[in-house]
């Protein structure tokens, strides 16, 4: 079952703060987040597994609740780079296959 | 992290006839899943690439007009048979896991059908 991203879009200035959340209805094995940009294969920003561990690249960190079966991505600071849309993906295991769902996406656009 | 060659990045097709998309990573991956993409929104998983055996697939999609290879655990090829314009789309394949870099994505291949 595909997660759940909020918002939808988000339009923010150079050097201010984002949060994108992420919901599921199953249980979760780990949460991945990735950014795609326009024309681009989606790239890999970090993977969240069980445990409500909080991961950080670069000016970017996310955590895990697994009780609340949700996750959060964080931007801090953000940089025009950082526009594009980011993607939630869920992995687990139905019906003894393993998948990775993703979200219905976040475009994040950084102004100047 | 692995690295995906993906081919072809794009073709234009005739309605009905097929097209065979390969994926090529440079090194063994335990998962490889196939991805619809349609501009703007989200990845659609089609299938769970099984080395050895029969592809996994998700509902709406099956093994007649989306057939999956996986002969080991570095390729993997799709098949979209028998195309109608419906067809048209981008379409993604991943490999991994790995713990630090997570899946790893083909190229894409968007494919036009006429």
């Known amino acids: 079952q595909q997660p759940v991203q909020s918002p939808q879009a988000v339009i923010l200035r150079e050097g201010e703060d984002a949060v994108i959340n992420c919901s599921s209805s199953?249980?979760?094995?780990?949460v991945h987040w990735y950014r795609q940009k326009h024309g681009e294969a989606p790239v890999f920003l970090m993977i969240?597994?069980?445990?409500?561990e909080q991961k950080g690249h670069e000016k970017i960190s996310a955590s895990f609740n697994e009780k609340k079966q949700q996750s959060s991505l964080y931007l801090t600071a953000s940089q025009l780079s950082y526009s594009g849309t980011y993607f939630c993906g869920t992995e687990g295991v139905v019906q003894g296959a393993q998948k990775l769902v993703f979200g219905q996406g976040t475009r994040l656009t950084i102004n100047p | 992290s692995a690295v995906i060659s993906q081919k072809p990045s794009r073709d234009i097709c005739q309605r009905g006839t097929s097209l065979t998309i390969q994926c090529q990573v440079d090194s063994q991956v335990t998962m490889m899943f196939w991805y619809r993409q349609q501009p703007g929104q989200s990845l659609t998983l089609i299938a769970t690439a099984n080395q050895g055996s029969e592809a996994t697939y998700e509902s709406g999609f099956v093994i007649d007009k989306f057939p999956i290879s996986r002969p080991n655990l570095t390729f993997s090829t799709l098949t979209v048979s028998n195309m109608s314009p419906e067809d048209s789309s981008i379409y993604l394949c991943?490999?991994?896991?790995?713990?630090?870099?997570?899946?790893?994505f083909g190229s894409g291949t968007r494919l036009t059908v006429v």
């Open positions: 991943s490999g991994g896991p790995d713990s630090n870099y997570g899946y790893t």
């Open positions: 199953k249980a979760l094995y780990s």
């Open positions: 969240l597994l069980k445990g409500g």
